[in-house]
């Protein structure tokens, strides 16, 4: 009986009211056989400890060795533009304007975050993280988002007009361009950068501006950072296009500041905790349930 009661009101929703004209006995004794079943061990009521989004950010940076770690409890159908929030908070503390640089990789993620709003910054220079992709979807344009991140800025944007992997042959060919030099000579004077952090190689295949076949050196990535692919560990992956990119490189996002990774989604969980490991990122922004999906996944390992 206690066992019948306790599924009746548990799995079933049904009141006690119910359940007592269901089965011919009074309220009072099914709410005494309710709690006997909490007191014998039949049912078991647990209250997750939810951490308030500050402690949850302080925690999870101390987890990945970040400068910090902002995890925004917003409604899953609005997050990637809750995003924006506090990535303006923090670069409008950097006071970046003429003299400045700052970078903007690309994605969907990086797409909605400057559609939301960022901060002004008169006269920063604004330079995309790679050369363009062979993609035609819009966030895949890095030109297009060095652009739109000038225009809602008030900076000035860097275009770079040549391939982000070209021909072997053909690198130095795009890179003895005087516009190209110009643009990404700005990536050794980087003050602050913003990029997508990209789900483990496969995932999202064909859509992820990579090559068109799959790349067997790439079966261990657990994700990206502006093409760079590294392994749940860290370990950035010697792929035939790493040292072959027209992309920032690992040293000068290593040597920038301010490097805001932003992600969100359980697929991402060691997207983002490779991405920390390898030191491409100082700073994480995501939601809570990403966060808490992260700290879960580093308690089992």
């Known amino acids: 009986m206690l066992h019948t009661v306790a599924k009746l009101h548990y799995e079933s929703d049904m009141s006690q009211v119910q359940i007592a004209k269901q089965l011919g006995l009074s309220t009072a004794t099914i709410s005494r056989l309710l709690q006997r079943a909490r007191a014998e061990g039949i049912v078991r009521i647990e209250v997750r400890d939810i951490f308030a989004p500050d402690a949850l950010g302080a925690q999870l940076a101390a987890r990945l060795g970040l400068k910090q770690v902002i995890a925004v409890d917003a409604p899953a159908t609005g997050i990637l533009t809750a995003l924006a929030a506090p990535l303006s908070r923090i670069l409008a503390e950097l006071n970046l304007g003429k003299g400045s640089v700052l970078m903007v990789g690309w994605g969907r993620t990086v797409s909605a975050i400057i559609d939301a709003g960022l901060p002004l910054m008169p006269g920063v220079a604004v330079v995309p993280s790679t050369g363009g992709m062979q993609q035609h979807a819009q966030h895949f344009q890095s030109n297009e988002f060095s652009r739109r991140a000038a225009e809602v800025t008030g900076g000035t944007p860097y275009f770079i007009h040549a391939p982000y992997l070209p021909a072997p042959e053909a690198l130095d060919f795009f890179l003895a361009e005087s516009s190209v030099q110009d643009s990404v000579a700005l990536w050794d004077r980087l003050d602050a950068a913003v990029v997508g952090i990209g789900m483990p190689y496969g995932l999202e295949r064909p859509y992820q501006g990579g090559a068109s076949h799959p790349d067997p050196d790439l079966s261990a990535a657990a994700g990206d950072v502006v093409r760079h692919y590294f392994d749940r560990e860290g370990q950035v992956i010697n792929w035939r296009g790493e040292g072959q990119m027209i992309a920032v490189s690992c040293a000068q996002l ?48």
């Open 254 to 301: 290593r040597a920038t500041p301010l490097v805001v990774g932003v992600a969100v989604g359980e697929e991402k969980v060691t997207s983002i905790i490779g991405a920390a490991r390898a030191r491409l990122i100082t700073t994480l922004i995501t939601d809570t349930r990403t966060a808490e999906a992260v700290l879960d996944m580093l308690a089992k390992t």
